[in-house]
């Protein structure tokens, strides 16, 4: 299958502390990569240089051809909290005749709003999601997850940064874990479940 | 996402509803002293150039960190394009009340005091909206405006004499004093308004030339500026 993304040999520090330090990283069309890793591993930070909003120190981010659609969605908080509902959703060609304002709704009302627009852009190749389950109930998780396959089967090209294990394995066809700021394939050791052995990893660390 | 950068920020909304209705009252003032005395425009012309300050500085970095404006970044637009339509969207309610009162003290025979759609009324008038903003581009909301008045009023305060006693009225001044008065012209660009403005030949060229190589400045260096998002790893 085609790479839609690659990341080679990203590296990126903020002042001393080097978050991403040589990232190879490749996700092909009508793949979807979980990424994990504990709390201030870089994984936000490694989405973002895929998106293109922070600009790696050293190494690149590479696209297929030239540079695709790229749907990119880092949580409820990057939401322009005074924006009318309606408005936001006609920048994204959704119609919505909701009047309140963004900040008026919910956590969990925010996220699936977000996650729902950045969604709906059906142009995007290449996906990607900072913590999508987070603050969603039962039934948002499981539009998401519907969401994110028929997207996957589509042809897109899919990374997602989460904590939700069992989530994450309804949908990933493989999985990365950040540790100490590089990117190393979690593989499947033993016969345990892979949500067991995703844990372990975040746990222990891959070379356990 | 198929809108263009001017929309998205204007959709976004880079400027707070109380900053909108203070800029109607002074236009809605501004267009009343005009009617009443069209001699008076420099005082109107004076009133809005300071809410401009405000407005104009509406700060990129401090949003775009926040990760309002990421579906624009992300877009297939370049950031250049993009920072390019968040000065104007900055700065065009400014420049609509301007040229509303300009255009309304041209239809009541002002002309005897000159207009403010062209000469040294313009050019401070794009000095404010250039500095403001690029001052304000790393900073929150109206920040760069509340600083740059405070700094004029301290400078107030301290009678300052900014141009000093350079001799103007001869035909030929130093490249020095030039430059000094086109720093003067950019810090103050009040001085800017009226019919006789106390500058040196090519001063305010020099002037306009500094603002905009401030707004050249920011529109080059864009693509250096990490859009992290603040309190993430």
Same mark, same amino acid.
């Given at each position: 299958?085609?790479?839609?993304?690659?990341?080679?040999?990203?590296?990126?520090?903020?002042?001393?502390?080097?978050?991403?330090?040589?990232?190879?990283?490749?996700?092909?069309?009508?793949?979807?990569?979980?990424?994990?890793?504990?709390?201030?591993?870089?994984?936000?930070?490694?989405?973002?240089?895929?998106?293109?909003?922070?600009?790696? =120190?050293?190494?690149?981010? !590479?696209?297929?051809?030239? !540079?695709?659609?790229?749907?990119? $969605?880092?949580?409820e908080?990057?939401l322009?909290?005074?924006?009318?509902i309606? !408005?936001w959703a006609?920048? $994204?060609?959704v119609?919505l005749?909701d009047?309140?304002?963004i900040?008026?709704l919910?956590?969990g009302s925010r996220q699936q709003l977000g996650l729902r627009l950045a969604?709906?852009?059906?142009?995007?190749?290449?996906?990607?999601?900072?913590?999508?389950?987070?603050?969603?109930?039962?039934?948002?998780?499981?539009?998401?997850?519907?969401?994110?396959?028929?997207?996957? =089967?589509?042809?897109?090209?899919?990374?997602?940064?989460?904590?939700?294990?069992?989530?994450?394995?309804?949908?990933?066809?493989?999985?990365?874990?950040?540790?100490?700021?590089?990117?190393?394939?979690?593989?499947?050791?033993?016969?345990?479940?892979?949500?067991?052995?995703?844990?372990?990893?975040?746990?222990?660390?891959?070379?356990? | 996402?198929?809108?263009?950068?001017?929309?998205?920020?204007?959709?976004?909304?880079?400027?707070?509803?109380?900053?909108?209705?203070?800029?109607?009252?002074?236009?809605?003032?501004?267009?009343?002293?005009?009617?009443?005395?069209?001699?008076?425009? &420099? *005082?109107?012309?004076?009133?809005?150039?300071?809410?401009?300050?405000?407005?104009?500085?509406?700060?990129?970095? #401090?949003?775009?960190?926040?990760?309002?404006? &990421?579906?624009?970044?992300?877009?297939?637009?370049?950031?250049? +394009?993009?920072?390019?339509?968040?000065?104007?969207?900055?700065?065009?309610?400014?420049?609509?009340?301007?040229?509303?009162?300009?255009?309304?003290?041209?239809?009541?025979? +002002?002309?005897?005091?000159? +207009?403010?759609?062209?000469?040294?009324?313009?050019?401070?008038?794009?000095?404010?909206?250039?500095?403001?903003?690029?001052?304000?581009?790393?900073?929150?909301? *109206?920040?760069?405006?509340?600083?740059?008045?405070?700094?004029?009023?301290?400078?107030?305060?301290?009678?300052?004499?900014?141009?000093?006693?350079?001799?103007?009225?001869?035909?030929?001044?130093? +490249?020095?004093?030039?430059?000094?008065?086109?720093?003067?012209? #950019?810090?103050?660009?009040?001085?800017?308004?009226?019919?006789?403005?106390?500058?040196?030949?090519?001063?305010?060229?020099?002037?306009?030339?500094?603002?905009?190589?401030?707004?050249?400045?920011?529109?080059?260096?864009? &693509?250096?500026? &990490?859009?992290?998002?603040?309190?993430?790893?």
């Open positions: 299958m085609k790479t839609r993304l690659e990341l080679a040999a990203v590296t990126k520090a903020f002042g001393p502390h080097c978050v991403l330090n040589q990232v190879w990283l490749q996700v092909r069309a009508g793949e979807t990569v979980g990424l994990i890793g504990g709390n201030g591993t870089g994984k936000t930070t490694l989405l973002r240089v895929a998106a293109g909003l922070v600009r790696p =120190d050293a190494g690149c981010v !590479r696209w297929t051809d030239t !540079r695709p659609a790229v749907c990119y $969605f880092g949580g908080m990057t322009p909290p005074d924006v009318a309606r !408005r006609s920048l $994204f060609g119609r005749e009047r309140r304002r900040g008026q919910s956590r969604i709906s852009r059906t142009d995007a190749e290449i996906l990607l999601l900072d913590e999508p389950w987070e603050g969603l109930d039962p039934d948002g998780s499981e539009w998401l997850t519907g969401s994110v396959r028929r997207r996957r =089967d589509a042809g897109a090209a899919v990374l997602i940064a989460s904590h939700r294990f069992h989530d994450l394995d309804s949908v990933c066809t493989r999985f990365v874990m950040l540790e100490r700021g590089r990117c190393i394939p979690v593989t499947a050791q033993d016969k345990r479940p892979r949500v067991e052995q995703l844990v372990h990893a975040l746990a222990h660390g891959t070379r356990q | 996402m198929n809108v263009s950068p001017f929309r998205f920020f204007t959709v976004v909304g880079l400027h707070p509803l109380h900053t909108l209705v203070v800029l109607a009252a002074v236009t809605g003032v501004g267009v009343w002293t005009i009617a009443m005395s069209p001699a008076e425009i &420099d *005082s109107a012309l004076g009133l809005l150039l300071f809410v401009q300050m405000f407005l104009a500085s509406t700060g990129f970095l #401090v949003r775009a960190r926040r990760g309002h404006f &990421d579906p624009i970044l992300t877009s297939a637009y370049g950031r250049r +394009s993009v920072v390019v339509s968040h000065w104007l969207a900055s700065v065009a309610p400014g420049l609509g009340a301007w040229t509303l009162m300009s255009v309304v003290a041209w239809a009541l025979g +002002s002309g005897a005091y000159g +207009s403010a759609l062209y000469g040294t009324r313009l050019v401070a008038m794009l000095i404010v909206s250039a500095v403001a903003w690029t001052a304000g581009f790393a900073l929150g909301r *109206s920040a760069a405006g509340a600083l740059w008045a405070a700094g004029l009023l301290a400078a107030l305060l301290y009678k300052t004499d900014f141009l000093g006693s350079a001799p103007i009225e001869f035909p030929v001044v130093s +490249s020095l004093t030039v430059l000094r008065h086109a720093g003067v012209a #950019v810090v103050c660009p009040f001085l800017l308004l009226g019919t006789r403005v106390p500058f040196a030949p090519g001063s305010i060229a020099a002037a306009g030339c500094i603002a905009a190589l401030l707004l050249l400045a920011v529109w080059r260096f864009v &693509d250096a500026f &990490d859009v992290y998002l603040r309190d993430h790893a």
